[in-house]
């Protein structure tokens, strides 16, 4: 059962979220050979998303179509509360702010600078490994996400991220390979190659997501990733329903 769980129906528009809306992602789903999806809207469009619409795009389709959700982890912010009393398949945490800095967001290249680019690695992955360490989350995003616009630490990025990665391991929760980084100025897959094989080594599970934002995004360079993972020993992926994991062929 192929799956894609980081697909962005809303993009970075938003509501309204309807079935006309996400069903241009379900095809497309269809046409890339999946079986399985999972929609993963960003967390700041949470009280405009109609769980009703994740049924009846099964049934006009017969495409499973899970319900997801990626999260920006921020340390304070009460996420159990926040996302209690829904029925999530599964969640994904992520970091994309860095204090109050959204280091992703075209136009905030910048920052970088004004950090020394160890202590930004440290800081980072510290903040990944604390989002772990929460256990709300099924999935980790784009581990290493820092890398986007291809500034890269003096110290080895194995030994920065070690603890982020044990803790992931503790947690329990799988770890996206995340295939977005290739159309991005870095251009690699998230995470890198040796942070991957690190993961395998610790018995963290992984899943593939496109991090689409775009029906035509879906899917897109899977085979590329599937190959990484075969390349390193990985023989199933994650899946998810209703919070709980189990595995399928890397096929």
Known sequence: MPSDYHIHGLAHEGPPHTVERLLPYVEAAR????????????DRFLEGLDFNVFSELERITGMPVRAGLEVDFRPGRDHRQQLAGRPWDYLIGSVHTVDDWEFDRPGQEGGFAAWDIDELYATYFNLVARAAATGIFQIIGHLDLIKIYGHRPRRPVLELAEPALQA??????????????LFKPVGEIYPARELLARAFSLNIPVTIGSDAHAPGEVAREREQARELLRQIGYTCLATFYCREMATEPLL
Not at 31 to 42: P, V
Not at 168 to 181: D, F, K, M, Q, Y
């Open 168 to 181: 992931i391991a503790r947690s329990g929760a799988a770890l996206e390979v995340n295939t977005a980084g």
């Open 31 to 42: 046409e890339a050979g999946l079986t399985a999806m999972g929609f993963a809207d960003h």
